[in-house]
């Protein structure tokens, strides 16, 4: 409350000219009024792009998702219709249940794999094994989604590099087309998807990790801490901001997944990859049922909140 | 605390109005399907392209070289027309056709299931242009596929389309590899057929490697030969132009699909097939490393390219000897935006396909498969024992036999990615039996065409 009532403020009087308090009044709240005019015309353009570019489709995509419509001929009103249809077709229950399962390796796993690899390069932060081993991780993030996914499919064809490998050290028996294959074609998308955010998670958990008072790790230390003490008592606690922000990025990534999986599988073998990102693309543009894909698009935002907010509240702790 | 859990309420409820203040408004789309019908006066000498410059606006499908060689033919032959042509693939141009044919309206654009566009007035009717060129004279099994009635079924009604030839699918085979097993000539029924690809499994050789990988399922190809061994190929044309009441769903089909079900189970395919996709077909089946693949002549000039002499084709073989057979065969559709700019040049260049002997002979050399057009019109000679005379030859076989019948893909916009392919996919992994994929595509076939 910085605000200081107009009667405690001190006026200096200098001569028979002087503005009276009311007219000073006028002059700070004209200022005022000037200055966050000016904040506004300063946000209304990227306001304006917010409006036209995000709010617009979603509220476009929810008046559509209240119609049967092809997308050219004339729209007729189904009401929650196209709602039910989402919530009761198993095959697009099934790609929600396909999505829910690849946080586990969207999320679970590169959040893990990048806490463990930061930590090993925080130990070794003077050697330039730590230089080469953070560009080496973060590598695959400046990949193009589309690109990672024509090369992992290659990796994972039957003739591909990994069956290869596995041959080399006498595992022929579990070489197999995986992307090809009901039981591993989740898994392999989601290994590919794992591979392309450990880089992203890496970076944003070492950023968090050089915010770490030194004094902390030498006090357990002298305490006779161990190194997995210290990763528990300080490390995690310290980096718990940026783990947030990893978790809520990499859900999101899983749930709205698409171009990798358009990419390697198509949602292929069967329904096996199906997610709800490609089931909306397929029921637009394949279906041309643009009453249904809005809805299931709206279903998805929906769900990816209900999944990231309370996220964050757990996550972000009582400090924030 | 506090302010986290208030932030995302607020933002819901501004999206809530702006969507209630959305739909208030008018409902979205057009209010009634516009009628797209031709100038029918073309003057003395027929639609053409005059004299002034013309650019004809193109929308051509990618790694198909038929179309613009056709183009540059065209243009050697009438200066002043030129073509401005953008190409995608089949699956983008699938994605993109009603958008592209409302909102920038190419004069020639090459045509997925046309069916849902020719009933949203997409299309230009090029019936008076069918008059006027005396394409009604053609045998009408050409142009059936391509006439769209009011109520959104082919097979007839106006004409909403035209192809720039009319190709066929059959059973390609390596000649050296089939010398191996003792095959000489193509199979002349079904049990020979089996027998064959026993052979080849014994002899440690993959018999086929079909495409079935991502939202392609390659397996509808072998699956709708057999069921023109097992059944009626006018029946199957009946479903797959929405006839009232047609079933994918019947005896005959459900054999032909246990059939198919007995190779997978057989080891018959590649080992891989729910992985492999087209362009890795065909390098398999050209490396030499697959005895057959089930695919189209559209396949013959790059075969007799990349294999010359080595790539034979035949027609799925019937159930007993001299039997009727039948196959997918089916205009390469390309049809004039319903607001097109220049739809008499664009008409006069789809008639000259069919009609001209240099666009003749580029259909069958270039194109691989048959040119429309009457039945006695100018062929081109072709190099005996090539692939292209092999797919030629079962051609005129199938026209004889009258079992020519579109693909059970062209159903509806969706039965492909949606139905069939998973359904295949499935039945190779052991998910799905026969009787279970017929009976899921026909409720999806009835759900989609009641949409």
């Given at each position: 409350m910085a605000v200081v009532p107009a009667a405690a403020a001190p006026v200096i009087v200098t001569g028979a000219a002087a503005p009276s308090q009311s007219s000073l009044e006028r002059m700070r709240r004209r200022r005022r009024g000037i200055r966050s005019?000016?904040?506004?015309?300063?946000?209304?353009?990227?306001?304006?792009?917010?409006?036209?570019?995000?709010?617009?489709?979603?509220?476009?995509?929810?008046?559509?998702?209240?119609?049967?419509?092809?997308?050219?001929?004339?729209?007729?009103?189904?009401?929650?219709?196209?709602?039910?249809?989402?919530?009761?077709?198993?095959?697009?229950?099934?790609?929600?249940?396909?999505?829910?399962?690849?946080?586990?390796?969207?999320?679970?796993?590169?959040?893990?794999?990048?806490?463990f690899a930061a930590n090993m390069i925080r130990a070794i932060a003077t050697s330039r094994l730590a230089g080469v081993s953070r560009t080496v991780l973060f590598l695959p993030q400046v990949i193009p989604l589309v690109a990672a996914g024509i090369m992992w499919s290659w990796l994972l064809s039957t003739d591909g590099l990994v069956n290869q490998l596995l041959r080399l050290v006498g595992l022929g028996g579990l070489t197999r087309a995986w992307l090809g294959d009901f039981d591993t074609a989740l898994p392999a998308v989601g290994m590919i998807g794992a591979w392309v955010l450990v880089g992203l998670c890496l970076v944003l958990i070492l950023a968090g990790m050089t915010k770490v008072d030194p004094a902390l790790y030498e006090a357990a230390r002298i305490d006779g801490a161990g190194p997995v003490r210290e990763f528990f008592a300080i490390t995690l606690p310290g980096v718990r901001q940026e783990v947030a922000v990893c978790v809520t990025v990499t859900v999101i990534a899983a749930l709205a997944s698409f171009d990798i999986i358009y990419i390697t599988t198509q949602g292929g073998p069967g329904d096996s990859t199906l997610v709800p990102g490609l089931q909306i693309f397929y029921l637009a543009f394949y279906e041309r049922n643009i009453g249904t894909a809005s809805a299931f698009a709206i279903v998805l935002m929906c769900l990816v909140l209900i999944v990231v907010l309370p996220l964050q509240r757990i996550l972000r702790g009582k400090e924030s | 605390?506090?302010?986290?859990?208030?932030?995302?309420?607020?933002?819901?409820?501004?999206?809530?109005?702006?969507?209630?203040?959305?739909?208030?408004?008018?409902?979205?789309?057009?209010?009634?399907?516009?009628?797209?019908?031709?100038?029918?006066?073309?003057?003395?000498?027929?639609?053409?392209?005059?004299?002034?410059?013309v650019v004809l606006d193109a929308y051509f499908e990618t790694g198909f070289p038929l179309p613009t060689a056709l183009t540059e033919e065209f243009t050697k032959q009438f200066p002043n027309v030129t073509f401005d042509i953008r190409e995608d693939q089949f699956a983008v141009i699938t994605q993109n056709a009603p958008r592209v044919l409302q909102d920038s309206p190419p004069d020639l654009m090459r045509l997925p299931q046309m069916s849902e566009l020719a009933s949203d007035g997409l299309l230009l009717n090029l019936d008076p242009y069918a008059e006027a060129f005396g394409w009604t004279d053609w045998p009408p099994s050409q142009l059936e596929q391509l006439r769209v009635n009011d109520e959104g079924r082919r097979g007839d009604g106006p004409l909403y389309g035209m192809g720039l030839n009319y190709s066929m699918t059959g059973v390609f085979y390596n000649k050296e590899l089939a010398e191996q097993i003792g095959l000489t000539e193509a199979p002349k029924t079904l049990d020979e057929l089996d027998a064959a690809l026993q052979d080849a499994k014994d002899a440690g050789l993959v018999p086929i490697a079909q495409f079935n990988g991502g939202a392609t399922g390659g397996l509808a190809f072998p699956l709708q030969a057999l069921m023109a061994s097992y059944g009626d190929p006018a029946a199957i044309n009946e479903w797959i132009f929405q006839q009232p009441d047609a079933t994918i769903d019947t005896a005959e089909n459900l054999a032909a699909a246990e059939h198919l079900q007995k190779w997978i189970d057989a080891g018959f395919f590649a080992e891989d097939i729910n992985s492999l996709d087209y362009a890795q077909m065909m390098s398999r089946f050209i490396g030499g490393e697959s005895l057959f693949i089930f695919n189209g002549d559209w396949e013959s000039g790059n075969l007799d390219n990349q294999m010359p002499g080595n790539a034979g084709f035949f027609l799925m073989p019937p159930l007993e000897e001299g039997g009727s057979i039948?196959?997918?065969?089916?205009?390469?559709?390309?049809?004039?935006?319903?607001?097109?700019?220049?739809?008499?040049?664009?008409?006069?260049?789809?008639?000259?396909?069919?009609?001209?002997?240099?666009?003749?002979?580029?259909?069958?050399?270039?194109?691989?498969?048959?040119?429309?057009?009457?039945?006695?019109?100018?062929?081109?000679?072709?190099?005996?024992?090539?692939?292209?005379?092999?797919?030629?030859?079962?051609?005129?076989?199938?026209?004889?036999?009258?079992?020519?019948?579109?693909?059970?893909?062209?159903a509806t916009g969706a039965i492909y990615a949606q139905s069939w392919t998973p359904n295949l996919q499935k039945m190779v992994a052991g998910e799905q039996t026969p009787a279970g994929m017929l009976e899921s595509v026909q409720a999806d076939y009835e759900s989609q065409v009641g949409n």
């Open positions: 005019l000016s904040a506004y015309l300063l946000v209304l353009p990227a306001a304006a792009f917010y409006f036209f570019f995000v709010l617009r489709p979603i509220a476009l995509s929810a008046q559509y998702s209240l119609y049967e419509w092809n997308g050219i001929g004339p729209a007729t009103w189904v009401g929650l219709e196209n709602y039910v249809e989402v919530f009761s077709n198993p095959k697009l229950v099934g790609s929600i249940l396909n999505a829910f399962e690849l946080i586990l390796y969207f999320s679970v796993i590169p959040v893990a794999i990048a806490l | 605390m506090q302010e986290l859990s208030t932030r995302p309420l607020v933002l819901l409820g501004v999206m809530a109005f702006s969507a209630a203040a959305l739909t208030a408004c008018a409902p979205p789309g057009g209010t009634a399907s516009p009628e797209a019908t031709s100038d029918t006066d073309f003057g003395a000498d027929g639609p053409d392209c005059g004299d002034e410059d039948g196959a997918m065969s089916a205009p390469l559709t390309y049809g004039v935006a319903a607001a097109a700019e220049n739809p008499d040049c664009a008409a006069f260049f789809l008639d000259w396909t069919a009609t001209n002997d240099e666009a003749r002979a580029i259909a069958v050399e270039v194109g691989g498969s048959h040119p429309m057009g009457p039945a006695d019109a100018f062929m081109p000679p072709v190099e005996e024992g090539s692939t292209t005379a092999a797919t030629l030859d079962a051609g005129a076989a199938l026209s004889e036999a009258n079992g020519a019948m579109d693909f059970i893909a062209n």
